[in-house]
Structure formats: structure tokens, C-alpha cells
């Protein structure tokens, strides 16, 4: 992606099923878990640089034994940096303790992070500071072992106000209005009330509270729990808990916006964010791996007993297709498949805009995660050129000479490593004046490959502010001098701000909102700015299901193409030389190639939550108001 988004995070989690000694005798070492964790997480770093963090519970321990681990980072290498915590805590007991080291039991009475419950979380800030106070995993503690509650999720809700209110109405005292904090305090307030019903019944049946304490923690009902606590949510999230006697849970959101997915064998429980990472971490097979439903949570007793649980009714399927385009692990086998289809799919496109002509064209990507949808534009443009190649011999067949097969049999397909990022380009280092020259060098090119006869193709995974694409890329291009320069998006345009996780919050950052709004300022049509801002005001005080979006109404009087050609031209600045052209890739072909993943709001507006709309409604308001905040 040329613009770069702050979006998604990770969640790992693993639960041991067998004793810590188990895992000393067949992989050699009781640190096992901490290493899947690290595996898992690292494999997950392209969900989350900005913090990372890791819990863990040991199961069983003795009064006064700290059975509760957690560290957390915001430094630039988050996940190196709080392994390497974990570690040298690891190391310099053991070096403290010699005894330790061939002793399991003495390793996890003594050591932290040693245990059978895990839970990690790698972060990407999406509105605000990037403090340590921000970074999962969040802990709610208890002197009551059952009620502590560690917490970590890659969500994001729409209805923060509300779940604010909600646990005002409960009594409650919220210390901030963020939706990390209800959301914990939702789920701990029902786990207090679960505890407090379970031990008045066991207190009438004659049991002490020190008897009680072991049985609360087995008949626990988390299930019930989650049901009480998720009843009002609206949002997209996979949200991922430890309770303090060790059960755990990872609750999915009723229209699968956000992925989870989960192996099980007879040593452990392992759920992620990606497919990709469970397979590699433990070397299973694709199959192995399952998909949490939507509504559905796998719930881990103390007991090792697992099960997976209906909490909410599940909605309409609109898991994330951003997933599939930009955020997911490309090594995951669907995911691979449906990049390269979105790739093929816009070659008929691209071969009208070069005029079908296959020689005079380069074809490249920008790096990186283009690159998968960039083999499936070659393979399809290589089809094109196979097929030119058969008209030419079949139309000569009489003529053809062994010289003129050669000539027609050579022609090849011409694709370049053109873009090249210089990730570490240091924009920062100089005055504002001097910026803009720097951020326009982020990007180098390769010379000497294209010729003033030919049209340049470039794919991009997506264009959402085309901010680099301006200051940069198109900048580097036109240095090569081609006829035409051809930007291709493998997503379609992007309409309208996301609220379940993405930070595109704002329309006015979006270049497909301000290309819109320049063509309705060129046919004398921009009452209808004012028109859809009254709509949106007067929608203000009504209920969520009851909210529309009338966004769409700036779309409706142009066509894609005509955003598409005003995007251009707002992405090129007078002294590119080259002609510009942007094709982005049609909605009906994005759900083509990514079948089971149809979320689409960002392109179509087509909020899955009733949050959503009351959330574009919020940042159209915001825009025409000159408001910096945030819709949600």
C-alpha cells in the first residue's frame, strides 16, 4: 500500500493441556509455550508495530505464589523487546538459582512467565497517543483468584458512548470514555456478579470461602458471561480473555468482520489472528486450522475441557475483504489464490487503457503486498500475448516464414522491478520547507528498462489518500519518461471510513471523497454537500438502526470511471510529463475473488452494524464543519 494506514492488530493465545514437565521431557525445554507465543506474535508483526504485549497464568499455584505474569512495550520493536524482558528475567533466575535448571516445578513456582496460559497481543495505534497505558493486554485485578480478568482484542467498537452509559447504569465509575476500558469492565462486572451468584449458593450448601474458592472456579460459567457482557456491543472484534484461575476464551463478532482462527490437539489449544502463523508455529496442515464462527467463542476450562460456544446470534457474513487485499498474511493458501484473482481480474481493464498493446507496455508493482496480485496481472496479460501470437501466426500462415515465426515467437512479456522503497528514508531531519522534497525521494525507480514509446502499468494493493502516490511515486516514474503511466488498484475506491478497526476515520483523507467532490464543484452540483449535511443533522438524535447513509448521494451522479480519471488528475501535479490513468478494481470482481469475505463498507458503504452508518453520518458532519475529531 503506497499510503500508509495504521489498521488491525494481532492476538495469539495458547493454553497448555498437559503438565509443564510433559513438555521439558519431549521438546527439552518447560519453556515451550513462551516460545510458540513468541512464534506466533512474530508472525503476526505485519498486524501491529506500534506495542506489543504478553500474559501468562499458572495453573494451581499456592497462596502467596505470583501466578499472574504480564509485560508490555511500546518501543520500536515491541515483540523483540518484551521477549527479550521475558528472557533475561528467564536467564538471570536461573543463573541466581542453579537448581532451577533442571527443575520444572521450581521453574514455575519461581519464575515468571512460566506457566500453562498465554496470551499475546501485537498493536497498531488507530486514533491518539501511542502510550504504554494503550498497549494490550489490560488486566483487572482481584484478590479473589476468579476475578482477575486479563483482556486483549483486535476490535474496535462503534457505540462507545453507550457501553460508557451502560456501566453508569450499572453503578459503575468508568476512568475514561475508550472502548478498551468498557469493554473490560462490561465483561468484569458480569464475572464479579457470576462469582458472587455462584458463592451465595455454596455458602447456603455450608461450603467456607476458602472451600468455595476451587469450586466457583469450576462451575464458572463463561459462557453466560460473555452472553451478558457482549449483548449491547456493535463493532467488529475478536476479543481474546484470561480469567485468573485459568480458563480463556476468544469471542468472535456476530458478522465475522474481524478473523480468529483455532487448532487443537491433545498438548494445546492455539488461537490467532491468521491461519498462516498456527500452521508454520506448529507445523500443521492447512485443514487443521479452523475458522471461529461468527457469534462464536472457544471457551477453555480450567480443566483443559474445550468448547465452542453460540454467544450471539450470528448476522450476515461480512468479514473484513481488506483482510484478504492488504492486512492477512499472504502465505495463508486462499489468501495467496485471491490476491493473484483480484490481480487477473483487472487485466481487461488494463489492456483497454494500453490499447491491447502488450509490447510497448512495463508491467511492475509497488512493494510489497502488491506483488502477489502483480502474478496474477502477468498471468493473465501473458494469456493476452499468447493469444496475440496465435492470431499473427494463424493471420500469415501462408507467408510465414521460419525468421517471421521466430520474430512473432519472441515477443515476451516485459515486466520490471520498477518501484523500490527506501523504508529508511528519514523524513524528519530537516525543516518543513525542506520535507517535501525528501518524502518525494521515499521512493527510487529502476533506470534504464523503459522507453518513451511505452506505457508503464503499476500495481498498487489499494489507493486510499494517494498522498505518496503524489509526492513520490508518480514523481519517480515520470523520470523514465513513458508515454503513460497506468496506476492499477487491486481494491476498488475507497468511499467511506472504516470504524471497526482501520484508522480512516476521515472522508476528507479519503481522495476518492475529494475527486467526488471536485467533479460535483465542475457541474455546478455541489448543493448537494449541503443537501446531504442537513440529511445528516437531522439524523443526529435518532436511534442507530433508525440512521442511513446519505454519503452515498455524493457518489451517485458520476460514474467509477469518472472518479477514477478526477483521481488522476488530483494524484498528478502539472509538471508530470507522463499521461496518468487509475483503474481500480470493480466491487463485483473483489467479491469474485474473495468469495467468503464480502465486508465491503469501505467501497460501498454498506455498513454490517447499524454503528456504521451513524459513524459516516458523524464524519460527513465532521468534514462540512471543519471538525478534526473523531466519527466514533
Not at 34 to 63: V, W
Not at 252 to 265: F, L, V, W
Not at 274 to 302: C, M, S, W
Not at 333 to 346: D, N, S, T, V
Request: aromatic content about 10%; overall charge neutral.
Amino acid at each position: 500500500m503506497s499510503d500508509a494506514i495504521k489498521h488491525e492488530c494481532g492476538i495469539a493465545q495458547v493454553r497448555l493441556l498437559k503438565p509443564l514437565e510433559y513438555y521439558k521431557e519431549k521438546y527439552g525445554t518447560a519453556f515451550y509455550g513462551i516460545n510458540k507465543m513468541y512464534l506466533l506474535m512474530e508472525k503476526q508483526h505485519n498486524r501491529g508495530q506500534d506495542g506489543a504485549g504478553f500474559a501468562s497464568i499458572k495453573l494451581n499455584t499456592s497462596p502467596g505464589d505470583r501466578y499472574i505474569s504480564r509485560v508490555r512495550s511500546n518501543a520500536a520493536q515491541p515483540i523483540q523487546d518484551i521477549f527479550e524482558q521475558i528472557n533475561d528475567r528467564i536467564n538471570f533466575e536461573i543463573k541466581e538459582n542453579p537448581e532451577y535448571a533442571e527443575n520444572v516445578a521450581l521453574q514455575k513456582k519461581n519464575i515468571p512467565y512460566v506457566g500453562e496460559v498465554y496470551l499475546g497481543h501485537v498493536r497498531y495505534g488507530t486514533f491518539g497517543k501511542n502510550s504504554i497505558e494503550n498497549v494490550h493486554p489490560f488486566l483487572r485485578q482481584n484478590n479473589w483468584m476468579h476475578r482477575n480478568l486479563i483482556v486483549a482484542g483486535n476490535f474496535n467498537m462503534t457505540n462507545v458512548n453507550q457501553l460508557f452509559n451502560n456501566l453508569i447504569d450499572l453503578g459503575q465509575h468508568p476512568k475514561e470514555r475508550a472502548d478498551t476500558v468498557t469493554v473490560m469492565e462490561k465483561i468484569g462486572h458480569f464475572l464479579d456478579s457470576e462469582v458472587q451468584k455462584l458463592y451465595k449458593k455454596l455458602k447456603k450448601q455450608g461450603y467456607s470461602k476458602v472451600e468455595a474458592s476451587p469450586i466457583i472456579a469450576e462451575k464458572l460459567n463463561v459462557t453466560k458471561i460473555l452472553r451478558k457482557s457482549s449483548k449491547n456491543w456493535d463493532g467488529g472484534y475478536a476479543m481474546a480473555g484470561l480469567l485468573g484461575h485459568g480458563d480463556s476464551f476468544v469471542l468472535r463478532d456476530p458478522s465475522g468482520i474481524r478473523p480468529a482462527y483455532y487448532y487443537k490437539d491433545d498438548e494445546v489449544v492455539v488461537v490467532a489472528s491468521e491461519r498462516p502463523v498456527i500452521q508454520t508455529a506448529f507445523n500443521v496442515d492447512y485443514d487443521e486450522v479452523k475458522e471461529l464462527d461468527p457469534g462464536h467463542a472457544i471457551i477453555t476450562k480450567k480443566d483443559g475441557t474445550v468448547s465452542i460456544q453460540q454467544i450471539l446470534e450470528p448476522l450476515e457474513r461480512k468479514a473484513c475483504s481488506f483482510e484478504r487485499i492488504y492486512f492477512s498474511r499472504g502465505s495463508d493458501a486462499e489468501i495467496y489464490k485471491e490476491r493473484k484473482m483480484l490481480g487477473r481480474l483487472l487485466m481487461p481493464e488494463v489492456l483497454k487503457s494500453i490499447k491491447h498493446d502488450t509490447i510497448n507496455t512495463v508491467f511492475s508493482f509497488i512493494p510489497n503486498t502488491a506483488e502477489t496480485s502483480f502474478y496474477g496481472m502477468v498471468e493473465a496479460a501473458q494469456d493476452e500475448l499468447n493469444k496475440q501470437k496465435n492470431e499473427s501466426i494463424l493471420a500469415e500462415k501462408e507467408s510465414l516464414t521460419d525468421a517471421r515465426l521466430q520474430e512473432i515467437l519472441a515477443h515476451r512479456l516485459r515486466t520490471e522491478k520498477i518501484a523500490i522503497k527506501d523504508a529508511k528514508l528519514r523524513t524528519f531531519i530537516t525543516e518543513d520547507s525542506s520535507r517535501d522534497d525528501l518524502v518525494a525521494h521515499v521512493y527510487d525507480v529502476t533506470y534504464g528498462v523503459v522507453k518513451p514509446e511505452d506505457s508503464l502499468v503499476i500495481i498498487d494493493d489499494s489507493i486510499v489518500r494517494g498522498t505518496t502516490l503524489k509526492k513520490s511515486i508518480i514523481k519517480m516514474l515520470d523520470r523514465l519518461n513513458p508515454k503513460q503511466i497506468v496506476i492499477v488498484s487491486s481494491a476498488p475506491q475507497i468511499r467511506y471510513p472504516d470504524c471497526y478497526g482501520i484508522d480512516m476515520a476521515r472522508l476528507e483523507d479519503l481522495v476518492a471523497f475529494r475527486a467526488a467532490l471536485e467533479l460535483l464543484k465542475e457541474n455546478n452540483k455541489y448543493q448537494i454537500v449541503e443537501e446531504v449535511y442537513a440529511k445528516c443533522k437531522e439524523q443526529v438524535d435518532l436511534e442507530d438502526y433508525e440512521v442511513k447513509n446519505f454519503v452515498k448521494e455524493i457518489y451517485e451522479p458520476f460514474t467509477d470511471e469518472e472518479i477514477s480519471d478526477k483521481i488522476a488528475e488530483l494524484i498528478s501535479e502539472p509538471k508530470v510529463k507522463a499521461k496518468v490513468k487509475v483503474i481500480y478494481q470493480s466491487v463485483d470482481n473483489l467479491h469474485k475473488a474473495c468469495p467468503k469475505n464480502l465486508g465491503d463498507w469501505y467501497f460501498t458503504g454498506d455498513y454490517p452494524t447499524f454503528g456504521g452508518n451513524r459513524v459516516v453520518n458523524r464524519a460527513f458532519i465532521n468534514f462540512f464543519e471543519g471538525n478534526k475529531d473523531r466519527a466514533y
